[in-house]
DNA sequence: CACTAATCGAGACGGTACGTCGCGTCTTGTG
DNA sequence: CACAAGACGCGACGTACCGTCTCGATTAGTG
């Protein structure tokens, strides 16, 4: 998609970081269906072929602008495990509780029937976290912290699906004593 | 929407099976992208006029062929609590991964935002299982099996958002043991 | 259509009446577009089955509410031609410059092309005077007022035509000097 | 609605002409009614958006499909006047009674009323008309052939009332016999 | 006095056209 | 090459009107 050789017109590095901004303008203010090809173009004072050239499709820029990068839930090795899960807890409700975020998530996640490549690239945002928590998991069992069949992708996937409920069907009920109440449950159930 | 008093011509009773029948047969062949007005009526041998008479937009008909009625999980109180966590967990997969919810069920949850009455009727779906699984712990905290602070708000939004999380980032992965293994992650969550 | 037996519910009168006066009102303050099968039922007090048991469309209905009965222009044979020609030419205008008939006729007149009986049923407004045209010529030939070869129906369809034509094209001009001056040309193209 | 500067796409040239015919065909084998948006499209190989970026509604484009350009009369100013006159009713009673012209022109007269930018489109169709009648007029006048008080407006109201009365009412009647008669009834009524 | 038969109000029915909107692509002219 | 601009094909949207139908409730005349 990219000019492979060096050839042609530059392509404008602004466009880029407009069109991030204008899409995360539209959600908050708009909702998902704000996010039109012709909206986004305007509010980025460009065009929708220069964001065609770019991105394959909305759902691709859209995931781009709201996740731009990994999560950094920074797991400080070291503390207790309750507070290292309530890290991740509440690391993983910032991140997909942001008012972008949470006005794209559902778009999103509708999108992946149609784009299976948004799939992984939304996967791939939690692949640092993942291996952070599985390491930090494999360390709390030697510690005798965890029983030993304590899976990391069984734990994240039920804090991310915690969010995920909480944010589609009760919003608002995602307060910091939730972020307690859900890290003593998986805290408990650590236990062996 | 419904007509209050008796008057004027009844509404042909087929045309919401037909529909409902309809909506189910194209989510399954093409997805939720597929559940279109003129699909729909086409294929329930009806009009879209007629579909528009029913329900206030195509979502709601949607949600109303997918979930028809409320679930029926049926905790057997009685059970030791370990048999009716399990039902719950059992229950929720099988009603959200049939193969009509799960192509609905993405879509549904997208369209939230667009129709906040459907935010409603889609929590009404669990009511029953709600209070049956408040019930239930109200036993097992009196029991000794589980901590007196357990909420069943909080751990019904667990199992659904386990399940919601499974459906759409590792489909697949909900097979028996993932039944097991979050079915006995929730029995020592409840441990004091 | 109607009944021919006595038996049954006779036909509520006030129906007809009501269904006329709603289409002239409805004509008058929103145009031909205006007149709706719904909106005549609603402003006469009833509804569209009881319309469509009376006329077999909704033109019918327009036409009977427009035209009630056949054009009176009273030629006072015996006046001057000059004189009679004038009372045919400003019938013929008062008649269809009315604001019900100016906001039905355009309407009126391109539905003949899909009722063929409405085609047949407004000439049949102009029978009376085509027959009065028709004597009144005669004596004019005899009396020596007018070349032989003149015809009551090209006369008339010329007059109506000037009508039609003023009425679309240039409303507003069809003032009394109007009538003068057509009158003059009248009378000066049937002198031999 | 046009492109004001040069900028964008341009349009599709082929499209307008491909319109314009549809538009003719349709009127000529369904009539009026048959003029349906998504009928034309499909006909001109376009889509219904590409009809609604060049003209405001679907009569808009009828009426330059059907009239294309001005009427030529070509008014042969030189001739004696009973020929001029017998060009000018020819020519209208020919531009008028195509078989498309008079399957349009009912419903595009009937239109006037919902869309009156339409009304002053077709008057303007008459403009060259006018102005080479109202010369000729002047000239007869000089010469004594008409009397002074001679007006091109009525007079080719007249001419146009005829035709439009003839085609709505009495379909058929038009033919060289009518012109004769019609013309003849013109130069006698223009004597002094 | 029941019975019959057509009308009444109300409103749903199938059908069809409307005009709009969004998507992702394409085609110009201008850097 | 990229860019701005905007037309293009495609297809769905939700609304409106048409003329018909199906109800339950009236309202006469008839047996």
């Not at 990068?69 to 070291?78: F, H, Y």
Request: hydrophobic share 50%; charged share 20%.
């Amino acid at each position: 998609m990219a000019n492979p050789r060096g050839t042609g017109r530059p392509r404008d590095p602004r466009i880029e970081a407009d069109a991030h901004a204008a899409v995360r303008a539209l959600l908050v203010e708009g909702g998902y269906a704000a996010v039109t090809g012709a909206a986004v173009a305007a509010r980025a004072g460009t065009t929708k072929a220069a964001l065609y050239r770019r991105w394959p499709a909305l759902p691709h820029l859209v995931h781009e602008a709201v996740f731009p990068g990994e999560l950094a839930l920074d797991l400080s090795l070291g503390a207790d495990l309750p507070t290292d899960l309530a890290g991740v807890v509440r690391g993983a409700r910032d991140a997909l509780c942001t008012p972008v975020a949470a006005a794209a998530l559902p778009g999103l996640l509708a999108e992946i029937g149609t784009f299976p490549d948004l799939h992984a690239a939304m996967l791939q945002r939690f692949a640092g976290v993942f291996t952070a928590l599985d390491d930090r998991l494999r360390v709390a069992v030697a510690a005798g912290e965890a029983h030993p069949e304590a899976r990391a992708d069984d734990l994240l996937r039920l804090v991310i699906g915690a969010v995920i409920a909480g944010l589609l069907l009760t919003p608002g009920a995602l307060d910091d004593g939730w972020v307690d109440r859900l890290t003593g449950t998986l805290v408990r159930s650590l236990r062996s």
